[in-house]
C-alpha cells in the first residue's frame, strides 16, 4: 500500500523534480555549446563531420560556381587574376559550391585538424587526389593565403587575421568521391597561429576551410530572347545582350543547349537582310586580361562559325570580336555579378 504522503513532505518531491528538471536543461546546454557560436545563418554540410569542439565562422554557399581544385605543388598567387597558381592546372569544377571556415579549440593545431579530416574522408569512401604532406616540393607557400583576404571570418574579426599565421602550419587536402547523383570534391586548408595577435585579431589556435564542390549542371533560367525582341533591343539601344548561349569554364565551344538562343540569331538576320553585326563577347574578370581577351574573341568566333555553317549567314555580315572583362554590367567581386558580365553581345556595324 502506498502510504499518504504529508505536506510537510512535499516540498521535498517538488524539489527535487525542480532539481532534475534544471539538470536536464544543464545537460542540453552543455550539448548545444560547440554550436551555440556558429556564425548566424551557418550550418555543418550533411556529407562532412565538423572537428570536435570547434565552430563555424565563416559560412558561404552558392547554387552554382566555378571551382579550381589543387591537385599539384602551390607555385605562386597571381595578383593581378586574383588566383593561386600551381606547377600544373587545377581541375576545372561547376556546381553547388559550399564554404566553411571552422575555429577549432585553442589547444588543437592544423596537423591535428589535417589528420583528422583526412582520416574522415578516407572512412567516407574519398580518394585523396593531393596531399601537402606527401608532396616533398610543398615547402613554398607565400601568398597561398592572399585567396582568403575577402573571406571574413567572424563578426568580430579583422580580413587580414591570415596576415598574422604561420604558413609552416599549412596543411592541403583534395579529395574526390564519385556518386550516382554526381561526384562530389572536398578541399580542405588547415592553418594555425602560434600565438595571439592584437594588430590583426587573430587568437592562438587553428582553423579548417572546408570546400565542398558537388558537381552538377547549371540549371538553365534564362528565356530565350527572341529575334523580334532582338530586333527592338538594338533599336532602343544599339545593341542586345544575350545570356542563352554557354560554354564551358576556360572553354570556347559552344554548349548544345545554346543553339535555340543562336538559332533566333539566325532569324534576326535573315528578316533583315541589310543587318550585319559584331558578335562581342564579353567574360567575368577570373584569370588575367590577355586571357580573357583571347577567350571572349575565340567565343565570339564560334557564335560566328555555327552561324555561317549551320545557318548559312553570309560570313561578311558578321564580325566577332572579345573585350574581355572591360565592359561590365556588374560587380566582378560576386558570382551573381560575374554570372551577369558572362555574356555575348550583338551590336550593328
Not at 572537428?51 to 566555378?66: A, L, P, Q
Not at 598574422?164 to 562530389?184: N, T, W
Not at 542586345?240 to 564551358?248: H, N
Amino acid at each position: 500500500m502506498i502510504k499518504k504522503q504529508s505536506a510537510q513532505n512535499r516540498p521535498v518531491i517538488y524539489g527535487s523534480k525542480i532539481f532534475a528538471i534544471f539538470g536536464i536543461l544543464v545537460f542540453v546546454l552543455i550539448s548545444m555549446e560547440g554550436w551555440a557560436a556558429d556564425l548566424q545563418g551557418s550550418k555543418d554540410h550533411p556529407l562532412i563531420k565538423r572537428f570536435g569542439g570547434s565552430e563555424i565562422v565563416g559560412y558561404d554557399t552558392k547554387r552554382f560556381d566555378e571551382y579550381e581544385l589543387q591537385t599539384a605543388t602551390f607555385k605562386t598567387y597571381n595578383l593581378e587574376a586574383k588566383k593561386r597558381e600551381f606547377v600544373s592546372p587545377g581541375l576545372k569544377l561547376e556546381g553547388s559550391v559550399t564554404r566553411i571556415w571552422y575555429e577549432a579549440p585553442g589547444d588543437a593545431g592544423s596537423a591535428e585538424l589535417s589528420g583528422n579530416y583526412r582520416n574522415e574522408l578516407a572512412a567516407q569512401g574519398f580518394t585523396i587526389l593531393y596531399d601537402s604532406t606527401k608532396d616533398a616540393a610543398a615547402t613554398k607557400w607565400t601568398g597561398f593565403l592572399n585567396a582568403f583576404g575577402n573571406r571574413k571570418v567572424a563578426t568580430s574579426r579583422s580580413n587580414y587575421i591570415f596576415m598574422a599565421a604561420d604558413q609552416q602550419g599549412i596543411r592541403v587536402l583534395s579529395a574526390k568521391k564519385e556518386r550516382a547523383e554526381g561526384d562530389i570534391y572536398v578541399y580542405l586548408t588547415t592553418v594555425e597561429w602560434a600565438k595571439d595577435d592584437v594588430v590583426y585579431k587573430a587568437k592562438k589556435g587553428a582553423c579548417a576551410a572546408v570546400d565542398i564542390i558537388e558537381v552538377r549542371p547549371m540549371q538553365q533560367n534564362m528565356v530565350v530572347v527572341k529575334a523580334e525582341e532582338m530586333a527592338k533591343e538594338i533599336t532602343l539601344k544599339g545593341r542586345v545582350a544575350l545570356y542563352g548561349i554557354l560554354f564551358d569554364v576556360d572553354q570556347a565551344t559552344v554548349k548544345p543547349e545554346s543553339m535555340a538562343a543562336i538559332q533566333e540569331i539566325a532569324t534576326l538576320l535573315k528578316q533583315d537582310p541589310n543587318l550585319a553585326l559584331h558578335v562581342v563577347g564579353h567574360t567575368d574578370n577570373a584569370g588575367g586580361f590577355e586571357h580573357n581577351l583571347d577567350l571572349s574573341k575565340r567565343r565570339a568566333e564560334s557564335v560566328k562559325t555555327i552561324l555561317v555553317r549551320d545557318y548559312g549567314i553570309a560570313e561578311k555580315r558578321l564580325t566577332p570580336n572579345g573585350v574581355a572583362y572591360l565592359a561590365p554590367v556588374a560587380t566582378n567581386a560576386t558570382e551573381e555579378g560575374r554570372a551577369k558580365n558572362r555574356r555575348v553581345e550583338l551590336v550593328p556595324r
